[in-house]
């Protein structure tokens, strides 16, 4: 029998648990409820300090075993004398060689029923007092340098806070740190990372605007075993008219789970070639290859624009490498200003022979 078993309740282990089965539960629940995980459910925290400070008890034998035979609060005020119908009494009255008669915990008496409550460290009063809890965080750092990481499968999660992960992003991998009470610094915490992914378009869905579907897989974390699952995600997001290439479409907390929180993911567009279309900015250009020919006796082309209407453009006489014809507001469209859109540009460019006859070249300075 043992004088209570809320430490045991909140590992969700009996009382009979192994040192071995103590740490796998901790290890389980610590994953589930850490509050880098869980920014939005406050709950999570104050759960995450349960365990970890039941842990914290738990894991060490001595305490354990005056916990066993006494009970919480025998610990917290320090041994001292043992409550009435508790077990054996401990060697010289007090907690793993402490002093008998510390003072109690601020708001506790010498005696009487006290209820399961955490707290991260001990407050004024308890300095030199009875047992106070170490900072959860604390308590979890300590876990990974013990070799607690390496108890599963989804150790990647883990070496995130002792340094061994590597960046998962264009914006990730960096960890912060944090001072805890007592100066001891905190296990870090990873950020969020960011992950960029490319989008590649044609040039008539960003003329057009368009509407995709992107189904990506994510890891995340199963909430009754803690281990790591692959899922698969349906994105939804619309290409509006005139996104340039390197306009970014992000998504939040829609990627990878981690234990900083939830990647986000950046789709960034990239513009594919175009057989005819070179795009500046708003601006659209392509190129009429002529012959020497025709460059000096005329020619006649027909222009396609990019939304399928078409032009004829001709000229009679010499054309020089280099001319331009402009069609105003056949171009791309403005992103923030739909109604409004760039130039076409037609450029001429003229291929000379690479050689020529000696008849030729009479031929060509008789005429010239």
């Known amino acids: 029998m043992v004088a209570e078993t809320k430490l045991y309740d909140a590992l969700s282990v009996s009382p009979s648990a192994s040192q071995e089965e103590i740490k796998k539960a901790y290890r389980k629940a610590a994953l589930k409820h850490h509050p880098d995980k869980n920014k939005d459910n406050p709950s999570a925290g104050e759960k995450f300090k ?21 009970g919480l609060d025998f610990l917290l005020r320090g041994g001292g004398e043992a409550p009435s119908g508790g ?14 008669g510390f003072g109690g915990m601020p708001g506790m008496g010498g005696g009487g029923t006290r ?13 030199a007092g009875g047992f106070s809890f170490s900072n959860p965080e604390n308590i979890f750092a300590d876990f990974f340098k013990q070799g607690g990481a390496g108890m599963g499968d989804d150790d990647d999660i883990f070496a995130q806070f002792t340094g061994g992960g590597g ?42 605007g368009v509407h995709k579907k992107m189904k990506i ?5 199963d909430d009754g075993s803690g281990k790591r699952k692959v899922e698969d995600k349906i994105l939804d997001m619309d290409i509006l008219p005139g996104y340039k290439a390197g306009t970014k479409i992000k998504f939040k907390g829609v990627g990878d789970q981690e234990e900083g929180g939830t990647q986000d993911l950046h789709f960034i567009v990239q513009e594919k070639p175009h057989d005819l279309f070179k795009r500046e900015d708003d601006n659209l250009r392509m190129y009429v290859d002529l012959d020497l020919k025709e460059a000096l006796t005329g020619w006649t082309r027909t222009i396609p624009t990019i939304d399928g209407k ?5 000229k009679g006489g010499p054309t020089g490498p280099g001319f331009t014809e402009t069609y105003p507001h056949q171009g791309m469209p403005n992103s923030k200003k739909p109604k409004e859109r760039g130039d076409m540009i037609v450029e ?9 006859t000696l008849a030729q070249k009479t031929h060509l300075k008789d005429i010239l």
């Open 217 to 221: 897989k994510r890891k995340t974390y």
């Open 167 to 208: 960046s998962r992003g264009g914006s990730g991998g960096r960890s912060k740190f944090r001072e805890s009470g007592g100066g001891r610094r905190r296990a870090p915490t990873p950020e969020v990372t960011t992950v960029e992914k490319p989008l590649p378009l044609s040039l008539e869905e960003l003329f057009n």
């Open 87 to 100: 077990g054996g009494g401990m060697p010289g009255g007090g907690f793993g060689g402490m002093p008998s």
């Open 115 to 127: 209820s399961f409550h955490f707290s991260t460290g001990g407050g004024p009063g308890g300095g």
């Open 310 to 314: 078409k032009f004829t453009l001709s």
């Open 348 to 356: 001429v460019r003229v291929k000379f022979p690479t050689s020529l």
């Open 50 to 70: 349960e365990v970890s400070q039941a842990y914290e008890i738990l894991s060490d034998p001595e305490k354990r075993k005056a916990y066993d035979q006494y």
